[in-house]
């Protein structure tokens, strides 16, 4: 899946033709205000070159997970006015809880070369996400419906076979349309894909976050694939489990406890290295409110764990350890944060980790999620070789899954 043999943007003419674009606009918001801009900023060039060549081009996406149904605190209006700013036209938003109503449809007809429209959250509709053969895909027949051509630039969504992701592209194919994927998602899979498949070694991994479980195949999938695999974060505390060692009161899926230590002879008997905290920063809580910079803390080597206190962070030996391993690698991938770094203090180790990826000379691929959030906060974003815009899509695509956004898209004749 490396080399992505996949119809692009610049493999069809769309001059005069309406391009449904599949986006990933689903920005955090606050008070109706756009807090982070990064997925609206990806999505321009496709839609720039679609613009530039005289295409209609109707943009869709959702927006937070619509528990409650449609509500104004979840509409895309405020992506279609920081969109029409930064594409310097306006970009028409249709605000119809239903997507692909009346009120769409006469929009799309209204179009000229080179307009610009947002359909409204596309989970608005409440089948986005069911089984194809359910509702969804009279939703998707609707969408193809608007349109002549569809390009999925939604790496963020790519790992879900929704209606607007992939079922959509067989309405598209049934009348002779083109689907293709845009300059995001050929990014995203040159970075992501020669990093697993083909990489420039040393290989590191760096894998963070909480929960063993979230990344069971990834750890076993880069184990094969790379030369030296990090583990930090909430999930390390199992594999020290494992190893023998107290933990006190850190976080541990006991359930979890054989496959890391399955996972620990893997590498052994593949001749591969993986990387444990050596130190800790411990705590007697866990900080409420998260960013509790008052929280006390100690350091302790990792064996040396109380009964009463729990890891919080990778400790300062660690982080020297990790930043060492990372100065002579030539490719890092790096998912998930070392520590609670929402909160000033545990956000040590995953700092040192980013600033040693800023430090070298190595192709530096940000799994998105919780890494891209702690890069961007902290002020490295600039120094990283890619930002991924999708957590869970980067995370199965280190799994070495198919992922349905791409998969749906043309093959190059």
Not at 35 to 41: A, N
Not at 290 to 302: L, Q
Not at 316 to 329: C, H, W
């Amino acid at each position: 899946m490396a080399a992505l043999n996949k119809k692009t943007v610049d493999d069809f003419n769309a001059a005069g033709r309406r391009v449904l674009v599949r986006c990933d606009f689903n920005v955090p918001l606050k008070d109706g205000k756009i807090t982070d801009e990064t997925r609206i900023v990806a999505a321009l060039p496709t839609i720039q070159k679609l613009i530039d060549e005289g295409a209609k081009v109707i943009l869709c996406s959702h927006l937070g997970k619509v528990k409650n149904g449609p509500n104004e605190g979840e509409s895309l209006a405020p992506v279609a006015a920081r969109l029409s700013k930064k594409l310097g036209k306006e970009v028409k938003f249709i605000p119809d809880y239903n997507v692909t109503g009346k009120a769409a449809t006469e929009a799309v007809a209204a179009m000229k070369p080179g307009d610009v429209i947002l359909l409204q959250n596309t989970r608005f509709r409440g089948k986005e996400e069911t089984k194809p053969e359910e509702a969804g895909e009279q939703f998707a027949k609707e969408l193809a419906d608007l349109a002549d051509d569809y390009v999925c630039d939604a790496f963020g969504s790519a790992h879900r076979a929704h209606a607007s992701v992939s079922v959509v592209t067989k309405y598209i194919r049934a009348k002779g349309g083109t689907c293709a994927v845009g300059y995001l998602m050929q990014k995203e899979i040159k970075f992501l894909g020669n990093a697993v498949e083909n990489p420039v070694r040393p290989f590191v991994a760096i894998l963070g976050g909480a929960k063993v479980a979230d990344k069971l195949n990834v750890i076993s999938n880069l184990l094969e694939k790379c030369d030296t695999l990090i583990i930090g974060g909430g999930m390390a505390y199992t594999f020290v489990k494992a190893q023998g060692h107290e933990i006190g009161q850190s976080l541990c899926d006991d359930t979890k406890l054989e496959y890391c230590g399955e996972m620990l002879k893997k590498a052994k008997d593949l001749g591969k290295t993986i990387l444990l905290p050596v130190d800790a920063v411990i705590t007697d809580h866990f900080p409420d409110p998260i960013d509790d910079a008052s929280i006390a803390t100690e350091v302790v080597d990792i064996d040396k764990i109380p009964a009463d206190k729990m890891g919080m962070d990778i400790g300062p030996k660690t982080r020297a350890l990790y930043a060492d391993a990372v100065k002579n690698a030539k490719t890092v991938v790096w998912n998930g944060p070392m520590g609670v770094f929402e909160n000033p203090v545990l956000a040590a180790g995953t700092k040192a980790v980013a600033q040693a990826l800023a430090e070298t000379d190595a192709t530096t691929i940000i799994g998105g999620g919780d890494s891209a959030a702690a890069v961007n906060q902290l002020g490295y974003a600039d120094k990283m070789s890619h930002i991924s815009t999708g957590g869970g899509a980067s995370l199965e695509f280190l799994e070495g899954k198919q992922l349905p956004g791409v998969y749906a898209a043309d093959d190059k004749d």
